[in-house]
């Protein structure tokens, strides 16, 4: 099992920054990929940001965020971090991590193996 602890959420003015970490711990031989989702209230899940733990590195951001978020990863402490910046109000949201034991294929799709809390974001006007 891998476990997932998020932290860094908070209350931010649009227009301002938060940075996300996740750290995972127990069997982190085994993922190979991780990413953010977010759900806000009254609606769907969706994708943020995907990177692949291994070689490979690729980095996969939903189009909304691109070019505002940035993901990274610090493999030797087994931690993922997602830099928010030039946050809207309509960022808020829960914010969750997610752990998978397969490389990414299709990231707004991939089903993942493990998922955190969640953490909240939110932006205000």
């Known amino acids: 099992q891998v476990q997932l602890v998020e932290s860094g959420g908070g209350l931010v003015q649009a227009g301002g920054s938060l940075r996300l970490s996740c750290t995972a711990s127990?069997?982190?031989?085994?993922?190979?990929?991780m990413g953010w989702f977010r759900q806000a209230p009254g609606k769907e899940r969706e994708f943020v940001a995907a990177?692949?733990?291994?070689?490979?590195?690729?980095?996969y951001y939903a189009d909304f965020v691109k070019g505002r978020f940035a993901i990274s990863r610090d493999n030797i402490n087994n931690t993922v971090y997602l830099q928010m910046n030039s946050l809207k109000p309509e960022d808020t949201a829960v914010y969750y991590c997610?752990?998978?034991?397969?490389?990414?294929?299709?990231?707004?799709?991939?089903?993942?193996?493990?998922r955190g809390q969640g953490t909240q974001v939110t932006v205000s006007s």
């Open positions: 997610n752990a998978k034991r397969r490389e990414i294929r299709v990231p707004e799709k991939d089903e993942y193996d493990y």
């Open positions: 990177i692949n733990w291994g070689g490979s590195r690729l980095i």
């Open positions: 127990g069997r982190t031989f085994s993922i190979y990929a």
